[in-house]
T-cell receptor, first 117, second 112 residues
Framework: DAGVIQSPRHEVTEMGQEVTLRCKPI?????LFWYRQTMMRGLELLIY????????DSGMPEDRFSAKMPNASFSTLKIQPSEPRDSAVYFC???????????????FGEGSRLTVL | AQTVTQSQPEMSVQEAETVTLSCTYDTSENNYYLFWYKQPPSRQMILVIRQEAYKQQNATENRFSVNFQKAAKSFSLKISDSQLGDTAMYFC?????????FGDGTTLTVKP
């Protein structure tokens, strides 16, 4: 079975440009998470969805960041306009959660390394 | 808010020896899960081992085992017979209701 698929793996862009990162979760998983990893701040949860509905977006840095999950098999994280401080590795992860069985194990994609010049 | 602390930013171990990575956490919840994830240089995070907080028995997965001390809120990872492929960054994570909090990670280098 395919794992979590993210694209692009690498993105280099100039300040002010729009960036869109994409994620396809594991089929059957009902929760999706976007994380950002930097040397300074470690792994930060940006937003997570359950059954395509955003549950907690308190980690989204500012209005320049937005995330959508139009269906169970696709999510996007958009940064507009991008800034050099947005440079990081962005991970998407998915999991399967039910009320009675909720181990919380996350399955990660390979990440998208973003460099904003 | 939950916090997870990994006090060892970097560690090294000789191949075939044993190493222990430390993790402490702070929570007022009684039911939760704890995880160790491995992030090799290839960057993808993969699960190493999982512990349910309601289980007193320490989890074991082949060469990997944990020492879970619930009262002390401690969750250390022991790697026995270290192999070169164990070189990676290791993250401790606390999870409740599907949401995870990660420590800052420990970079482990296994030396030949």
């Amino acid at each position: 079975d395919a794992g979590v698929i993210q694209s692009p793996r690498h993105e280099v862009t100039e300040m002010g440009q729009e960036v869109t990162l994409r994620c396809k979760p594991i089929s059957g998983h009902n929760s999706l998470f976007w994380y950002r990893q930097t040397m300074m701040r470690g792994l930060e949860l940006l937003i997570y969805f359950n059954n395509n509905v955003p549950i907690d977006d308190s980690g989204m840095p500012e209005d320049r960041f937005s995330a959508k999950m139009p269906n169970a098999s696709f999510s996007t994280l958009k940064i507009q306009p991008s800034e050099p401080r947005d440079s990081a590795v962005y991970f998407c992860a998915s999991s399967f959660q039910t009320g009675s069985s909720n181990t919380g194990e996350l399955f990660f994609g390979e990440g998208s390394r973003l460099t904003v010049l | 808010a939950q916090t997870v602390t990994q006090s060892q930013p970097e560690m090294s171990v000789q191949e075939a020896e044993t190493v222990t990575l430390s993790c402490t956490y702070d929570t007022s919840e009684n039911n939760y899960y704890l995880f160790w994830y491995k992030q090799p240089p290839s960057r993808q995070m993969i699960l190493v081992i999982r512990q349910e907080a309601y289980k007193q028995q320490n989890a074991t997965e082949n060469r990997f085992s944990v020492n879970f001390q619930k009262a002390a809120k401690s969750f250390s990872l022991k790697i026995s017979d270290s192999q070169l492929g164990d070189t990676a960054m290791y993250f401790c994570a606390w999870t409740n209701a599907g949401k995870s909090t990660f420590g800052d990670g420990t970079t482990l280098t296994v030396k030949p």
